[in-house]
């Protein structure tokens, strides 16, 4: 296979603020097609201090115009109109809307999607009544945009929760083709145990749709129950967002046993990870949910939604638990029950462990590889 010239169009990239799992996955693929011999650019948002253009890690990283809907019209402008090299191969990646490649791009495409947006768009941050737009627009035009633009285009993706939400949405089962995500996390040195307190973690974006105002519910739930667990919230949020949850916490009294780590380096998650008993993941909805196989690897079980995306990322009453309800109560009436069964909780932990090393990056790169040789030759 010859030396590809690749563009990946992403509405975040590497160091964006608000970067998530989604966005680690896609520089994870980039930086390994580098590594492979392949020149690789990625056109994403500007986000306040960052520079314009620079190299990381080999990808050639351009910015411009705003994560919501702004990107995708700089990326328009300067793919048509603007001077830039030529690409073999374009990777279109969605995040509730995608760049709309197919009406602009005559070279080979690939589609990167790590989930459809269904109930997220309910759950968007838009004030009231406004949040109403993004909901009913959303809503409405999301499944047409797979139906009239992306009929024929090959998906990459990451679970099977997501491959049959594109079936239902009438791309063909042959363009679809599951590449897992990684797991970057080392195994520590010097971390011997869990926590003295049982110690219940949320990891993620602190939003609504990731399900933090319901984890707040589970803790609270949890107190009621044994005062002497302790909580912890890591993960990036605005600052008016936490104001908010910090009073939540103070509300429902759990304010004493909670501690938001905010924002912290892959070290120091990871050793939060270890120390943790478990990992709670109430989310509406996700592509693969990352956070559970980096717990995982750290022997820390995740009890989550029976939701899209953790449904493919636990495997139920081996790697963690998923609920039978996705509700506080049941959630949390599913972490008692197991910290209260330590030979199960052992055996659980074990699993996750064991679960968690069929994921690797060099396997997950290694098979994009072989998809982009399959686009580029025969799509």
């Known amino acids: 296979m010859k030396k590809l010239n690749i563009l990946v169009l992403s509405?975040?990239?590497?160091?964006?603020?608000?970067?998530?799992?989604?966005?680690?996955?896609?520089?994870?693929?980039?930086?390994?097609?580098?590594?492979?011999?392949?020149?690789?650019?990625?056109?994403?948002?500007y986000y306040e201090g960052a520079k314009r253009e620079e190299k990381i890690a080999g990808v050639n990283v351009k910015r411009s115009g705003a994560q919501f809907f702004g990107v995708q019209a700089k990326a328009f402008k300067w793919y048509l109109f603007e001077k830039h090299p030529k690409f073999d191969l374009i990777v279109d990646e969605f995040h509730g809307i995608p760049f709309f490649t197919p009406l602009y791009v005559r070279t080979k495409k690939l589609a990167f999607i790590h989930e459809v947006t269904k109930e997220v768009w309910r759950l968007n941050p838009w004030p009231k009544p406004f949040n109403l737009i993004p909901y009913i627009v959303g809503t409405l035009f999301e499944p047409l945009i797979f139906k009239i633009f992306y009929k024929n285009i090959p998906f990459m993706t990451?679970?099977?929760?997501?491959?049959?939400?594109?079936?239902?949405?009438?791309?063909?089962?042959?363009?679809?083709?599951?590449?897992?995500?990684?797991?970057?996390?080392?195994?520590?040195?010097?971390?011997?145990?869990k926590e003295k307190k049982i110690t219940i973690t949320y990891l993620g974006a602190i939003s609504k749709d990731k399900g933090i105002e319901d984890a707040l519910e589970v803790f609270s739930l949890l107190k009621l129950q044994n005062n002497d667990f302790q909580f912890w919230v890591i993960g990036k949020s605005d600052a008016g967002y936490l104001s908010y949850l910090n009073k939540?916490?103070?509300?429902?009294?759990?304010?004493?046993?909670?501690?938001?780590?905010?924002?912290?380096?892959?070290?120091?998650?990871?050793?939060l990870l270890a120390r943790s008993h478990l990992l709670i993941n109430p989310?509406?909805?996700?592509?693969?949910?990352?956070?559970?196989?980096?717990?995982?690897?750290?022997?820390?079980?995740?009890?989550?939604?029976?939701?899209?995306?953790?449904?493919?990322?636990?495997?139920?009453?081996?790697?963690?638990?998923?609920?039978?309800?996705?509700?506080?109560?049941?959630?949390?009436?599913?972490?008692?029950?197991?910290?209260?069964d330590e030979p199960r909780y052992i055996r659980m932990c074990q699993e996750a462990k064991k679960w968690s090393n069929k994921f690797s990056w060099a396997n997950s790169v290694e098979q994009s590889l072989s998809l982009l040789k399959e686009v580029y030759e025969n799509a």
């Open 248 to 271: 939540n916490a103070k509300k429902l009294g759990i304010e004493d046993n909670i501690n938001f780590w905010g924002y912290v380096s892959e070290d120091k998650k990871n050793n």
């Open 158 to 193: 990451v679970s099977n929760s997501t491959k049959k939400d594109l079936e239902n949405w009438g791309i063909d089962e042959k363009n679809i083709f599951i590449v897992h995500n990684g797991v970057s996390n080392k195994l520590l040195k010097g971390i011997k145990s």
């Open 283 to 340: 989310s509406v909805r996700e592509g693969w949910g990352l956070v559970v196989i980096e717990a995982a690897r750290m022997g820390t079980p995740t009890v989550g939604y029976n939701v899209a995306g953790l449904r493919d990322s636990i495997i139920d009453e081996k790697s963690g638990i998923l609920t039978k309800k996705n509700t506080p109560e049941e959630m949390a009436d599913n972490v008692l029950r197991l910290m209260r």
């Open 11 to 45: 509405w975040r990239g590497p160091n964006h603020p608000n970067a998530g799992g989604a966005e680690q996955s896609t520089f994870a693929h980039a930086k390994g097609w580098v590594s492979a011999g392949h020149k690789v650019s990625l056109f994403t948002s």
